[in-house]
């Protein structure tokens, strides 16, 4: 069920990217506008990730996770009704503050099933809709865009959300919290599953004063800043610099990443439960792996100018970043206790979507100020210069793994 609400979640916020070709045609929105548009979504959803975790470790998720799907779809509908600027920005920052409740929720929800033995296996099959959906989102909006005008694929995609999340409120259930973990004396204190809720200055200690909580934070800064970019500039970058179609520009632009990490998505979850049972940082060792391996990818996309090494390289880069992504919140969750599992999420989301944001800005400044006359070269030299991100992220999970992952883990199971 919440693989069908995270399908929607992410194939919403990816249908505009896809049509920014058309709103700079009909609209007249230059790159930095459009960046803009992109980023008002990263930082309302960064904005509101704190609040959303704290109020999740305190209410029904369930009701987070639905309610908010009920908000979102109808602030997708409306988006198909703007026509300036100042519509299109304060719409998009409207469906980050409602989508920002769902994933806190969710993953707190989805981890009080699992204990550490399938913890990521079961956060990374969920992680495999938001794949889907962005591929979903892109696609269609695409599409109608072309076909039957681009506010048609806000409208679908709106009312299809909304209709789940009324079906979904009969059949959705509420664990207890540190369900798991009780059942099987893992990693939180005795009685927590029905212990009080922590105060918010509890809950914020045993998120700020562990040292491999704000490593992973950090490194998730920067995995996001990436991801933001491919998110937000690829179709453009298929269309101005390969001459692609918009259709295809939009299938293109999240097939061959989204789809690579959905295959591999699984398989890295599965190999993260294997090496954590024997490594304290075990989880993060797998997601270390991708950003090594994908920092070079990421450089070739950015600066190949040959089709075939364009899709190979986008599809290679996808398949690495599946095995970081296995892990963003399984890797988390091994060093907080149950009862502020929401309240770390958020913050992590905040701390991850407000870096991000800046991802888009900068690609649309550097196209417009780059030291090349053309914008497209300008584009390219940005992207392709994120692999640097991508190595400094993998130095901090090193320090993580191998200085403070044991002794945290440690101190999250008394």
């Known amino acids: 069920m919440l693989w069908f609400v995270c399908f929607f979640n992410y194939a919403d916020r990816q249908a505009i990217f896809s049509v920014f070709p058309k709103l700079k045609a009909e609209f007249g929105f230059d790159k930095l506008q459009l960046g803009l548009i992109g980023s008002a979504f990263m930082w309302a959803y960064a904005f509101g990730g704190p609040l959303a975790g704290l109020i999740g470790d305190r209410v029904r998720r369930k009701d987070l996770i639905l309610g908010g799907c009920l908000f979102w779809s109808g602030i997708t509908i409306m988006t198909g009704w703007c026509a300036k600027l100042?519509?299109?920005?304060?719409?998009?920052?409207?469906?980050?503050?409602?989508?920002?409740?769902?994933?806190?929720?969710?993953?707190?929800?989805?981890?009080?099933?699992?204990?550490?033995?399938?913890?990521?296996?079961?956060?990374?099959?969920?992680?495999?809709?938001?794949?889907?959906?962005?591929?979903?989102?892109?696609?269609?909006?695409?599409?109608?865009?072309?076909?039957?005008?681009?506010?048609?694929?806000?409208?679908?995609?709106?009312?299809?959300?909304?209709?789940?999340?009324?079906?979904?409120?009969?059949?959705?259930?509420?664990?207890?919290?540190?369900?798991?973990?009780?059942?099987h004396g893992q990693a939180a204190p005795p009685g927590a599953a029905l212990a009080p809720p922590l105060s918010v200055r509890e809950t914020l200690g045993a998120i700020f004063r562990t040292p491999t909580v704000l490593l992973l934070m950090a490194v998730f800064a920067g995995a996001n800043f990436v991801a933001t970019i491919f998110l937000t500039w690829t179709p453009t970058f298929l269309v101005e610099k390969f001459g692609f179609k918009l259709t295809a520009a939009g299938l293109s632009g999240s097939v061959f990443i989204n789809l690579a990490s959905a295959v591999s998505v699984s398989m890295a979850g599965l190999l993260a439960d294997r090496l954590a049972l024997r490594l304290a940082g075990g989880r993060m060792l797998v997601q270390l792996i991708g950003l090594l391996a994908g920092a070079g990818f990421v450089f070739l996309v950015g600066s190949t100018t040959n089709v075939t090494a364009l899709l190979a390289g986008m599809a290679c880069f996808g398949f690495c970043k599946g095995f970081y992504d296995s892990n963003i919140f399984a890797s988390l969750y091994d060093f907080i206790e149950p009862r502020a599992r929401a309240t770390a999420a958020g913050i992590m989301n905040s701390v991850g979507w407000g870096g991000g944001a800046f991802g888009p800005l900068v690609v649309g400044w550097a196209a417009r100020h780059g030291r090349h006359a053309s914008e497209v070269a300008n584009m390219s030299e940005a992207i392709a210069w994120c692999g640097g991100i991508y190595l400094a992220g993998a130095a901090l999970l090193f320090i993580a793994i191998f200085v403070t992952a044991k002794r945290d883990l440690m101190s999250a199971r008394v």
């Open 86 to 183: 100042w519509q299109f920005v304060t719409l998009r920052a409207l469906e980050g503050l409602g989508e920002t409740f769902y994933y806190p929720a969710s993953v707190s929800l989805a981890s009080d099933y699992h204990d550490r033995k399938t913890r990521s296996l079961a956060l990374s099959a969920h992680q495999s809709s938001v794949y889907i959906g962005t591929i979903a989102g892109s696609w269609a909006g695409a599409w109608f865009a072309e076909h039957l005008g681009w506010p048609v694929g806000f409208y679908c995609f709106g009312l299809a959300g909304a209709l789940l999340a009324l079906v979904l409120y009969k059949f959705l259930r509420e664990p207890q919290r540190g369900a798991a973990e009780e059942a």
